[in-house]
């Protein structure tokens, strides 16, 4: 599985983005698709994540601003960023993991980054 992410920028506290993630390869085993952030100094974490079935987890912080969606057929996951506030900015990574036995495997795409500035 590969992962191409696009659709980062530079954009003012309160506009909107949406970040796409273009995977290639068998999503067969595919258990769940989402997003994961790294601010300068700061650790890798969980945005959005959506399972095959369409179920949708958030972190608190992006809850009521952010929505993940995907589109099964063109093997695409969309992260649509409303309100934006300048503590968003980071380089997004576009993550797919699946079930090996003990733990996951993760798939990871380049970062694309997004900048929140007046």
């Known amino acids: 599985v590969q992962l191409q992410a696009s659709g980062g920028g530079l954009v003012q506290p309160g506009g909107s983005l949406r970040l796409s993630c273009a995977a290639s390869g068998s999503l067969f085993s595919i258990n769940n698709m989402g997003w994961y952030r790294q601010a300068p100094g700061k650790q890798r974490e969980l945005v959005a994540s959506?399972?095959?079935?369409?179920?949708?987890n958030y972190a608190d912080s992006v809850k009521g601003r952010f929505a993940i969606s995907r589109d099964n057929a063109k093997k695409t996951v969309y992260l649509q960023m409303n309100s934006l506030k300048p503590e968003d900015t980071a380089v997004y990574y576009c993550n797919a993991w699946r079930a090996v036995v003990g733990g996951r495997y993760d798939y990871w795409g380049q970062g694309t980054l997004v900048t929140v500035s007046s």
């Open positions: 959506i399972t095959s079935g369409g179920s949708t």
